[in-house]
């Protein structure tokens, strides 16, 4: 892209998809890969430099690179967020069960926001399996020399 403008604009949205994407890795409602695959679109279309960077951390190489090239989660990752997810919600719904009329439109975006969270999880997202490689016995590698 040649615009300056437009490659400046790219930039600037890249790189708030990208913070957004690793907050998101420590905070269970902002989706971390779908935010780190926008911002390496973006910065694919912007900036060379920030798109080596983005691909250079350890959350884009955690989070992107397997889903990226395999097309799907791990079941004990898919797990581990279902249930920090589930916590902080919970802790969420909890801080505001005495706020009259804030706290049942809170608990019902809760609700709404994990049952999503559950669809993706469980139904939409393929299962990766992790291959395990043979591990060499001792008796083996003697037998062979």
Known sequence: MRNPVIRALLACCGVICAILGIV?????VLPTTPLLLLAAFLFARSSERLD??????KVYQAYVVPF??????????????????LAVMLASAFAV??????????????????????????????NLVLEKTPVESPQRDAAAE
């Open 24 to 28: 998101g890795a420590f905070v269970p």
């Open 52 to 57: 080596r960077w983005l691909a250079s951390t």
């Open 68 to 85: 990226r090239e395999k097309r799907g989660i791990e079941t004990r990752v898919k797990n581990r967020i279902l249930l920090v997810s």
């Open 97 to 126: 069960r005495g706020v009259d009329g804030v706290n049942y439109l809170v608990w019902g975006v809760l609700a709404a926001v994990y049952a999503w969270l559950l669809y993706l999880m469980k139904i939409r997202i393929p």
